[in-house]
């Protein structure tokens, strides 16, 4: 009863601090862009005032749609909080890590995409068609590319079970094996290609021409946008905190004592910051690729994952 009770106090306590804190990883990114362009960017706040604002709206849905796009964002926000269950932040251990590890990880995730892809198509818009067909296209490579990465990973730990793996790196120390190296600059491509960043993707772009994920939910407004712009916000915090897990899970709790937590509070918070710094500096430096340049870039994370895995069990 007592261990049930730790699971679900875990579960509460880092579902809310994901859904609290990935709206201003967003708001910094931006923030961080409009310094190194010399302007003065967002207040911190505006993000939680625009899903206020949106939340606050009332839904307009096409004449034509289904249920299947209003399912949609809800499906997309729901497997992004439950993806966030599979991962360990603060503590080495997640909360429903014993329900399952990396394929249940990747499947949500891809459930997620699947059910806002569909929901795009579904109105009949040409431009949530061809969202919908670019972010496919991207994800039948990022998909293997990103199981090969966490594959790397787990061989190294003897599990596939992420709370597992976080723990043996822990006792392991910090790795530099060549296996390690190319895997997490595979999953790095991929991060960059999974949460829509230059040079894959452009969140901030007005034109519909060069969209992939924004066309996809050009139909939305209200609520149902708001579900879609957190999701997504939840979604680019975990795969940075995914990176940060595998990379150097340092300073992570391995005791619910208050001051352990602190501190992995503040070790998780400070690594995730020092990966936005260098996805804005990415950003920053690049331009968007061209469409069909797209899966080339993906499709080198792939070649790493590959060499990874094979360097891991030479």
Do not use: C
């Not at 499906?75 to 890590?97: D, G, Q």
């Not at 990379?247 to 709790?253: D, F, S």
């Amino acid at each position: 009863m007592n261990h049930s009770m730790f699971v679900a106090v875990g579960l509460v306590l880092q579902t809310a601090v994901m859904l609290a804190a990935a709206p201003l990883l967003k708001t910094a990114i931006k923030k961080m862009k409009a310094r190194l362009q010399n302007r003065q960017g967002p207040p911190w706040p505006q993000a939680y005032y625009d899903l206020a604002k949106l939340l606050g709206k009332e839904s307009i849905r096409s004449d034509t749609a289904s249920w299947i796009y209003l399912a949609g964002p809800r499906v997309y926000f729901a497997a992004a909080i439950a993806a966030t269950t599979l991962v360990p932040t603060v503590i080495a251990a997640a909360p429903l890590e014993s329900a399952g590890g990396i394929l249940l990880l990747v499947g949500t995730l891809a459930l997620g995409r699947f059910a806002l892809a569909t929901a795009a198509l579904d109105t009949g818009s040409p431009f949530g068609g061809m969202g919908a067909s670019r972010d496919m296209t991207i994800a039948a490579l990022a998909e293997p590319a990103l199981m090969l990465g966490l594959f790397t990973s787990a061989l190294a730990a003897g599990s596939l079970n992420l709370g597992v793996l976080v723990r043996s790196l822990l006792d392991r120390g910090a790795s530099f094996h060549p296996g390690d190296l190319l895997a997490f600059t595979g999953l790095f491509i991929i991060v960059i290609a999974e949460t829509g960043r230059i040079p894959v993707d452009n969140p901030a772009t007005h034109l519909e021409l060069t969209m992939i994920h924004e066309a996809m939910v050009l139909e939305y407004a209200g609520p149902d946008l708001a579900l879609v712009e957190w999701g997504s916000a939840v979604k680019e915090l975990l795969y940075l905190t995914l990176l940060a897990d595998l990379l150097v899970p340092a300073g992570m709790a391995t005791t619910a004592a208050p001051g352990a937590l602190l501190v992995g509070l503040a070790a998780w918070a400070g690594k995730v910051a020092i990966l936005a710094i260098v996805v804005t500096v990415i950003e920053s430096v690049n331009a968007k690729l061209r469409l069909f340049r797209v899966p080339e870039l993906v499709s080198v994370s792939l070649a790493h994952g590959f060499l990874a895995l094979a360097i891991r069990f030479l």
